[in-house]
């Protein structure tokens, strides 16, 4: 009988608890807002915050857009050279002014957009049907690309560069924006794309690299 004592006193102080916490007490405390000094010095912080963020912002996408470009140029000469030496075939990266068109032309132009193709009889030109291997979309219209010499690149089935034939294909390709040739420490934003004769690429942003590769835009 003792623990039904208990519990039905439990009960009761429950139901009384309850009682009072409604009896409309609760409604009638105050609720503290925001005043208008608090207010104006909070837009006043954000407004400063967003000041100091917008133009880094804005940094950190233009040297993203040239780092991804400039890997992608990386990427796609890799490609052309390590399929060079599978197919035991010329391999060429050239400039299109449209990849995804269904016959793509090597326009020997910046490399805007380019393709990545076998070229079975050494015309540096795609022809159907040469199996493409590659097609890379237009960069961002910000990005300015510059080549020294015919927008194309050719891959020997040794994995070399190929000499000037046909074309005098490119060696030294810059990237850059609306920024130039601006230097942050002893970079450049400027991105550029290296290719040496012996087919090895690189990208560098040293401005001794930059410098010898051109001047953008």
């Known amino acids: ?9 439990m009960l009761e102080e429950n139901m009384l608890v309850t009682d009072r916490s409604s009896d409309g007490s609760a409604g ?11 207010l104006m010095v909070t837009v006043a912080v954000a ?3 967003a000041m100091v963020a ?3 912002m804005r940094t950190f996408l233009q040297n993203n857009r040239l780092s991804a470009a400039s890997n992608d140029l990386l990427r796609s000469f890799y490609l052309a050279r390590s399929e060079a030496i ?17 016959a793509p032309a090597c326009s020997y132009g910046p490399f805007k957009g380019w393709i990545v193709f076998q ?7 795609w022809e159907n049907p040469e199996p493409i291997f590659e ?25 070399f560069a190929s000499p000037a034939g046909v074309k005098n294909p490119t060696r030294n390709i810059l990237l850059c924006d609306i920024r130039g040739n601006q230097m942050v420490g002893t970079n450049s934003v ?19 690299d930059v410098a010898a590769a051109g001047t953008c835009p």
Not at 28 to 38: A, D, I, S, W, Y
Not at 89 to 98: F, G, L, Q, S, Y
Not at 149 to 159: D, F, L
């Open 54 to 56: 917008v133009p880094n």
């Open 28 to 38: 009638m405390r105050p609720h503290r807002g925001f005043t208008l000094t608090e």
């Open 1 to 9: 009988m003792t623990w039904r004592v208990t519990l039905r006193m």
């Open 190 to 208: 400027e991105r550029a794309v290296l290719i040496a004769a012996s087919g090895r690429v690189r990208v560098s942003a040293t401005s001794a």
């Open 86 to 102: 599978k197919h035991q075939a010329n391999v060429a990266v050239c400039a299109v002014a449209d990849p995804t068109a269904a």
């Open 119 to 125: 070229d079975n009889n050494l015309s540096w030109q």
């Open 135 to 159: 097609r890379h979309v237009l960069l961002d219209s910000s990005v300015t690309v510059k080549t020294d010499n015919n927008g194309i690149e050719m891959y020997q089935a040794t994995g």
């Open 47 to 49: 407004g400063v915050l």
